[in-house]
């Protein structure tokens, strides 16, 4: 599970490629991807750094479809699987990856809340419908804050 996870970080950024400003063609953004994985996690040693193809195999291995190449569609592999009726292998390889995520965020928090009187955390909208109602068990209620103003 834990190699699939990694597999996810590919796709993330194959997606932020895809889907950017100036998006990248399908096989340029795939590359990217993959460099740009292995670049902020190196392999260990002994173990082989995949090639596009490698990852299109294992893509297609693990969902029974072809890698998409429209951000839209990639989208979906970022849906959490609960909204999904079928969903696809690489959203519960991602729902785990956001479970770790959270869990380890809930941990930081915790630990700055033994530390300091007042511990402030801020999270985006989509993360934040996932995590809040822990966030309000453990913590004060949470509050929206409005940075429009702040950020011209």
Same mark, same amino acid.
């Given at each position: ?28 953004? !795939?590359?990217? $991807? /993959? *460099?740009?994985?292995?670049? @902020? #996690? %190196? +392999?260990? &040693?002994?173990?082989?750094?995949? =090639? ?52 380890? !965020?809930?941990? $930081? /928090? *915790?630990?700055?809340?033994? @530390? #300091? %009187? +007042?511990? &402030?955390?801020?999270?985006?909208? =989509? ?26």
């Amino acid at each position: 599970m834990e190699q699939d996870c990694f597999h996810v970080d590919f796709l993330h950024n194959y997606m932020t490629g895809l889907s950017g400003p100036n998006g990248s063609a399908p096989e340029r953004a !795939l590359e990217s $991807a /993959i *460099r740009e994985t292995y670049r @902020r #996690h %190196p +392999v260990a &040693g002994g173990e082989k750094e995949l =090639g596009s193809a490698d990852f299109r195999k294992w893509y297609k291995k693990v969902n029974g479809l072809d890698l998409p190449t429209t951000p839209e569609e990639l989208f979906k592999d970022f849906t959490p699987s609960e909204f999904t009726p079928e969903p696809r292998a690489t959203q519960k390889m991602a729902d785990y990856q956001d479970l770790l995520r959270n869990e380890s !965020l809930l941990l $930081a /928090i *915790r630990l700055a809340a033994k @530390r #300091h %009187p +007042v511990v &402030g955390v801020v999270y985006g909208s =989509g993360h934040l419908a996932k995590i809040g109602p822990t966030l309000e068990k453990h913590l004060q209620p949470v509050t929206n804050v409005d940075l429009t103003d702040a950020c011209q």
